[in-house]
């Protein structure tokens, strides 16, 4: 049960956050949502009265993903309680309503308020939790705003970099999928630029701990001079560059914080230790200049690889289960135990899909489309040219 010092510090981060929502909530068409909101804040004000709420239910004695920051944690009815408004306000489509919302979540997550695994596909409770709270952040994008599209990605990066909130298997690709998303959907240029440098830091993380076979390995932030493109180096005077680097670094710090606060924050400003370090050949957007002729024919043999394996994966689709023809899904073939590594098999599967993308024959050349072959080109460059012992020498 939480102490009232924790339910006070949760207070700060939930409470005006929930007041905010309330006051731009539609009486009419958000009742409920407003109600369940105020309900929320008088309980956090009063915590006695969320313990005996809460007490009642089955859930009382299970400890659910909700903490304060230390060794106090709430329950997962408590839990429930507490997120349920933010969830539903992030799924609202509303935008003054989300804002406040998403907010909030990304500010629980840098600051390791919420413990335990997001995975849609996880046989837990709390592990559903996390993951619909992820799934109503990743929504948001579609409201179509360039403040929320930022918001979106800081909270994603933080949630993909935090260590206390662990991100795996659908989870992890419907994160990947946004940025990829707001990359390709964004009107604005430093949104799109964030966007991208936000999933190579992303690469980055999933990969460097899938070789480490560790949450906790340390890990620097990319240097984001070093993936601009011509179009982005026309910004003279490097102001977007420095805006993106400071997106990234502040989130890669406020991160590191949260694990080591006696961290000096100069150490992550360094720049990265060398993994997925990119060379000049990235920075540009024509597919024929885009990889030199060793490259061309390291990732001709990686399709062809790939190719082989999705024909393999369709002639299993149907097979027999006690006798019985079933159609099954690819992804249940996969069968690899290291959570780390099956992270990083999904997501390089998925950026070789995207890759491999082509309109219809009917269809005229898709720009749209054709951009997103590119940035996934590009960030399996990064994942070949860097690749560590664990990836080079696996099966899958």
């Known amino acids: 049960m939480a102490s009232s010092e924790a339910d006070s510090r949760l207070s700060q981060v939930i409470v005006p956050a929930l007041e905010k929502i309330i006051k731009n909530a539609s009486w009419r068409k958000h009742a409920k949502l407003a109600h369940e909101c105020k309900s929320i804040v008088e309980t956090l004000t009063s915590p006695q009265k969320l313990h005996e709420d809460a007490a009642g239910e089955p859930e009382a004695s299970v400890p659910g993903p909700l ?7 709430y329950s997962l009815a408590e839990s429930e309680s507490i997120l349920s408004p933010l969830i539903n306000a992030a799924g609202s489509g509303v935008l ?3 804002d ?3 907010d909030a979540i990304q500010k629980l997550i840098a600051l390791g308020y919420l413990r335990g695994e997001a995975d849609a596909a996880g046989g837990c409770p709390e592990s559903k939790l996390l993951a619909s709270l992820i799934e109503s952040v990743c929504k948001c994008h579609d409201l179509g705003d360039e403040a929320m599209e930022l918001l979106v990605l800081k909270t994603l990066l933080s949630a993909v970099t935090s260590i206390s909130l662990r ?7 419907l994160i990947v999928r946004t940025c990829y998303d707001i990359y390709l959907g964004s009107k604005n240029v430093v949104n799109q630029t964030t966007a991208k440098a936000s999933l190579i830091q992303m690469l980055v993380i999933v990969f460097r701990r899938m070789e480490a076979d560790s949450s ?44 080591n606060p006696a961290a000096t924050p100069s150490s992550a400003l360094s720049g990265h230790d060398g993994a997925f370090q990119t060379t000049a050949t990235v920075e540009t957007t024509n597919p024929a200049d885009l990889l030199d002729s060793t490259d061309k024919d390291m990732l001709d043999a990686k399709y062809w690889e790939i190719s082989m394996y999705k024909t ?20 249940l073939e996969i069968q690899i135990g290291n959570k780390l590594r099956r992270d990083a098999f999904l997501v390089f599967r998925a950026l070789c899909k995207l890759s491999m993308k082509t309109p219809p024959k009917e269809a005229s050349v898709d720009p749209q489309l054709m951009k997103g072959k590119i940035v996934a080109l590009e960030l399996l460059k990064i994942l070949l040219e860097n690749a560590g012992a664990v990836f080079r020498t696996s099966e899958r």
């Not at 903490?67 to 106090?72: A, F, K, L, T």
């Not at 994966?313 to 992804?331: C, M, N, S």
Request: proline fraction near 6%.
């Open 67 to 73: 903490h304060d920051g230390g060794p106090v944690e």
């Open 96 to 98: 003054k309503i989300a």
């Open 100 to 102: 406040p919302a998403v």
């Open 167 to 173: 991100i795996h298997g659908d989870c992890l690709l």
């Open 216 to 259: 906790t390995v340390p890990i620097q932030p990319i240097v984001v001079a070093e993936l601009m493109e011509p179009v982005e180096k026309s910004d003279v005077d490097s102001s977007m560059t420095q805006f993106v680097q400071g997106f990234i670094t502040k989130i890669m710090q406020d991160i590191d914080g949260v694990l």
């Open 312 to 331: 393999a994966l369709e002639g299993r689709k149907g097979e027999l289960v006690d006798g019985e023809l079933v159609e099954r899904d690819d992804d």
